[in-house]
């Protein structure tokens, strides 16, 4: 079978995803829904929850990919320090 002149390496392939994956989605300001989970104590479920019924400010990153704002967090915790979101 002949290679294609295009193709990657699949090794390089797998770089080039691990390096999208941790700049895009794991950046140190941006919170995956279970970071924001451990850090209120309660399940991803409720978070789900409170993002579909715009109580924390999130971004889309695709249907399936919701990340937050350290700092939009953090402005949300300050406006509302009444305990509980």
């Known amino acids: 079978m002949a290679k294609s002149v ?34 209120y104590g309660v399940s991803e479920w409720t978070v789900y929850r409170w993002v579909a019924t715009k109580r924390l400010p999130c971004i889309k990153m695709s249907n399936r990919v919701i990340r937050f704002l350290l700092s939009d967090i953090e402005q949300y915790e300050k406006l509302h320090t009444s305990g509980r979101l």
């Open 6 to 39: 295009f193709a990657l390496p699949e090794r390089r392939v797998r770089q080039r995803r691990e390096s999208v994956r941790s700049s895009v989605f794991a950046s140190e300001d941006r919170l995956t829904v279970h970071d924001v989970a451990q850090r």
